[in-house]
């Protein structure tokens, strides 16, 4: 065996689904090919911005929780996405934030207290093969990652090379993270068949709140509240093609709203588009999640989208002195301390506090 | 020979070219399932493939409309709709050269039996023999209008309306793969084991996708496909 082959992590529980998930499997919609790839894809970029890794390199997706991994030779990892307690050795750890699991290391996530899907990303990446260009899981047609389907117990995935840029105690700074709302406001650029609804329609769809139901799923989220008119009565087009956040209406009137394994083409009008930046939020939108929608011109959402691709890049990493675990009233407590004394984060059961302070003297 | 399915739409309003949210762009080229409109679809598929702009990630070829999937990093949407408008102008007019060479897929079928177990409600149906419907069925070349719904999976288009029949009232659980059926005036091939409501007529033994092929699927949309009757896949 070559020492590459000897970086793996052992599956000792998998939870409800967990998806080898990269940036999806783009270049083959015209052959019927869905994209998939991570639904929360910011959090997969900053899980592997902060091991190091290509922003888009293969990570693991878990929805709602209970996962458990072994790590073979000591590897740099990150936990991302939905606010989830985790515990390396029963020691907790902080999300966002750069470890270095030593050989032999249980990594373990419990369930997510808000939001949906969290994110393990690690040095290297998962390096499974890839099948027409990516590493991501579609399970309705058995594409990628292990198999075409989910982890399972026992199951070994290889790591890749990390390289030499890996390194654990690096901070990922982003305040609009730690705290998934439970009313989520998202901006759609209106179309490409809009002119199928009446205005009185596309008004229901801006001034309405929807609920999202628990049918959704990677496909898209089903949504509930007041049924959306169109102007003929129909909601079917000729079946053309869809995108990343479409807003499809069907014959109920309800919306959907397409995310990252939904099918290449579709059948229903579409009235509108969510904005690449908050199609990430939709991946943590559980069951119940309120959903308001503002329309903005593409121009707006394409210069959103320059301003997120700014932030998500390593001028958002903070040095910390490796996070330290202590007890405060009995507590368990994880503290950081960037190495110029600038910032300081607790973890505390799962919530990241930012705490400032006055004095500092560093270690010897 | 096919059947014009009209649906309400100006002409004069195509082609259109739409934005589908901040990463994508539609150029609808028509309103109706229509020959000369889709050969229209994949003149200007193969013209935006060739101006080989790095913006743009895929192509996805449809009835009536391309989606152009493009990183607005790169290009901002006025400057793509701009370099698309050209290249729409220039391919309005698709010339018999660029549209006769097309590919014809042949696909062996057998016919009824357990491939094909709708076969005898379909030949009632038309009040027509199991022999005239295979005849009318592998008669014609299909027009391969687009590739969805599932990897390989092609939209037919031709089907002589003799043999169109509703779909089954209760769907199969499962339908083998290579299964050759039809539904209302369409007719397909399932390139997969799945849920089905077809009336199945037949079977393929071709793989219709194989993901570790450089080609991947055997049908590639623009291209037409003709079924050949066969006794047995052996």
């Known amino acids: 065996m070559t020492s590459a082959m000897n970086r793996y992590i052992r599956v000792i529980q998998p939870g409800p689904m967990t998806l080898v998930q990269d940036r999806g499997r783009v270049g083959f919609q015209q052959l019927g090919v869905s994209v998939s790839g991570a639904v929360d894809a910011d959090a997969l970029a900053i899980g592997n911005l902060l091991v190091g890794n290509d922003r888009m390199a293969a990570g693991l997706e878990m929805m709602l929780g209970g996962l458990e991994i072994e790590f073979s030779m000591p590897t740099v990892f990150a936990v991302t996405g939905a606010d989830v307690g985790a515990t390396v050795d029963e020691v907790p750890v902080a999300t966002h934030v750069s470890y270095l699991a030593h050989a032999g290391a249980h990594l373990k996530l419990e369930m997510v207290h808000r939001g949906l899907r969290a994110y393990v990303a690690m040095a290297g990446g998962i390096a499974v093969s890839k099948t027409l260009g990516s590493r991501s899981t579609h399970i309705p047609s058995k594409l990628g990652g292990i198999e075409g389907r989910m982890v399972m117990e026992a199951d070994l995935l290889p790591l890749g090379d990390p390289g030499g840029s890996a390194v654990s105690g690096l901070w990922f700074d982003d305040g609009k993270r730690a705290a998934i709302p439970s009313e989520l406001n998202v901006r759609i650029v209106l179309g490409p068949q809009d002119d199928e609804f009446s205005s009185s329609g596309v008004e229901t769809l801006l001034g309405s709140t929807y609920t999202v139901t628990d049918q959704s799923n990677r496909q898209g989220l089903r949504l509930d509240g007041p049924v959306i008119e169109s102007k003929s009565g129909r909601y079917d087009i000729i079946s053309d093609a869809v995108v990343n956040g479409s807003i499809q209406v069907p014959g109920d009137g309800k919306p959907i709203i397409l995310l990252a394994d939904r099918q290449t083409t579709g059948g229903y009008a579409k009235i509108a588009t969510v904005v690449t930046v908050d199609l990430p939020e939709l991946g943590q939108a559980s069951p119940g999640t309120n959903i308001t929608f503002t329309a903005i011109s593409v121009d707006e959402a394409q210069q959103l989208l320059v301003q997120q691709d700014l932030m998500i890049s390593s001028s958002a990493l903070v040095r910390l002195i490796e996070p330290i675990s202590l007890h405060v009233d009995t507590e368990r407590v994880s503290v950081g301390v960037s190495g110029n004394g600038m910032a300081l984060m607790a973890y505390v059961q799962g919530d990241i506090y930012p705490i400032s302070i006055d004095e500092y003297t560093p270690a010897e | ?234």
């Open chain 2, 1 to 234: 020979m096919l059947e014009m399915t009209s649906i309400e739409g100006d002409a004069n309003l195509y082609p259109r070219l739409v934005p589908a949210g901040d990463s994508a762009v539609v150029i609808e080229l028509g309103a109706k399932i229509d020959p000369l409109i889709n050969d229209q679809v994949y003149v200007l598929a193969r013209s935006i493939e060739n101006a080989k702009i790095e913006a743009i990630s895929e192509l996805v070829p449809t009835y009536r409309s391309v989606l152009v999937n493009y990183d607005p990093l790169i290009m901002r949407f006025s400057e793509i709709s701009e370099r698309l408008d050209k290249l729409i102008g220039d391919s309005s007019t698709p010339t018999a050269a660029e549209t006769k060479d097309t590919k014809v897929i042949e696909l062996s079928v057998v016919y009824g039996g357990d491939d094909g177990p709708d076969i005898d409600a379909v030949a009632d149906h038309a009040g027509l023999s199991v022999q005239e419907v295979i005849n009318i069925h592998s008669g014609v070349d299909y027009r391969v209008y687009m590739i969805g719904f599932s990897p390989g999976f092609p939209y037919l288009g031709g089907l002589d309306d003799r043999i169109a029949i509703p779909r089954l009232k209760t769907p199969r659980i499962s339908v083998p793969a290579g299964s050759v059926g039809i539904a209302e005036s369409q007719t397909g091939v399932y390139p997969n084991a799945s849920p089905g409501g077809w009336q199945l007529i037949g079977r393929i033994a071709a793989k219709l996708f194989d993901e570790a092929s450089p080609r991947p699927s055997l049908i590639t949309p623009g291209s037409k496909v003709r079924f050949v009757p066969v006794k047995s896949h052996d």
